[in-house]
């Protein structure tokens, strides 16, 4: 019972904070030892199984991040950029693996991240399922194969609670296709197009978003030439893909030397 590895989760009462939790509850490889929601939220203080609507499970959800941490080896984050980097420092003090499902975080936040990645192991990806993972590979491999007459688009769609685009797996998929074609996608990005935008540049790698209902994530990415088109696609039709993603990635990390690594190196592949 006990050499099961303590998960606490952050963001306790969001779409995957709650699907962390039952993910986490129903293995048999990890226990539940914590929950953390923002001070002044309605479920600080409650336990998470009646805050979730069912019987007690002996978790109360706390505001108080690192003495939540200091009793787990694994924190899975599913929050917001700013409470993400706040973690990532706590987790680092508390020796304990911090995997990162948030997305939107720019640059200069992602750098931030490197301190603590000498104490502790950080697993961070935009995506955590197995499914878009493959298709990274499979889209820096028809990238590399492809030449400029193809034009690449990357399109996704998500719920309307969605804050960020692109979306961090569009991100992956454009990274995927720059490096397959042996370029660098901040050099060739197109996002945001409206208005007059001009004809599209050769080699340009462009990214369209939706926004729409209880979409939970699908994304295209699309080689466009002259007479023919190539389609790769993920549909994602339950979180709960994410959230397994994310207790493997807390497992593998357990005994990983601090650095920072994605789930290609958790899923091998
Ligand atoms: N990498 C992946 O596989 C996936 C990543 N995501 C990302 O995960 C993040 C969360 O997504 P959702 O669960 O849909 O959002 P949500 O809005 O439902 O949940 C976010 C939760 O974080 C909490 N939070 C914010 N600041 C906090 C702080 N300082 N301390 C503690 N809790 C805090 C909020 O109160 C909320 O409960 C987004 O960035 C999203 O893009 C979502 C699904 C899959
Ligand atoms: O916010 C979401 O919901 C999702 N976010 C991730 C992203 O930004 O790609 C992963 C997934 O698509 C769901």
């Known amino acids: ?96 693996v911090h995997v990162i499902g948030t997305t939107g975080m720019s640059e200069a936040q992602i750098a931030q991240l490197e301190p603590a ?31 400029e007459d193809f034009d690449i688009e990357v399109i996704e769609a998500h719920h309307h609670h969605k804050v960020d685009a692109p979306s961090g797996t569009a991100l992956m998929l454009g990274e995927a296709a720059a490096e397959g074609r042996g370029v660098t996608l901040s050099d060739v990005s197109d996002s945001g197009r409206d208005g007059i935008t001009g004809a599209r540049k050769r080699g340009d790698i462009g990214f369209s978003a939706i926004r729409g209902g209880d979409i939970v994530g699908e994304h295209d990415v699309l080689f466009a030439a002259a007479g023919e088109r190539i389609v790769l696609r993920h549909m994602a039709t339950d979180r709960a893909i994410f959230a397994r993603g994310a207790l493997k990635a807390a497992l593998w990390g357990q005994d990983k030397a601090p650095g920072q690594y994605d789930m290609v190196d958790v899923l091998g592949l």
Do not use: C
């Open 1 to 96: 019972m006990t050499d099961r590895p303590g998960i606490v989760i952050t963001g306790g009462s969001g779409r995957m904070g709650q699907m962390l939790i039952r993910t986490v509850l129903e293995s048999d490889k990890a226990r539940l030892v914590g929950v953390v929601e923002r001070s002044g939220h309605t479920w600080v203080g409650q336990d998470i199984g009646v805050a979730m609507g069912g019987a007690a499970i002996g978790v109360n959800v706390t505001d108080d991040a690192l003495e939540a941490f200091s009793k787990a080896q694994a924190v899975i984050d599913f929050t917001a950029p700013e409470a993400t980097l706040e973690f990532a420092a706590l987790a680092a003090q508390a020796r304990a």
């Open 117 to 147: 990645a000498r104490h502790a192991a950080i697993v961070r990806a935009g995506n955590m399922s197995l499914g878009v993972n493959l298709l990274v590979q499979l889209t820096k491999k028809v990238a590399a194969a492809l030449d």
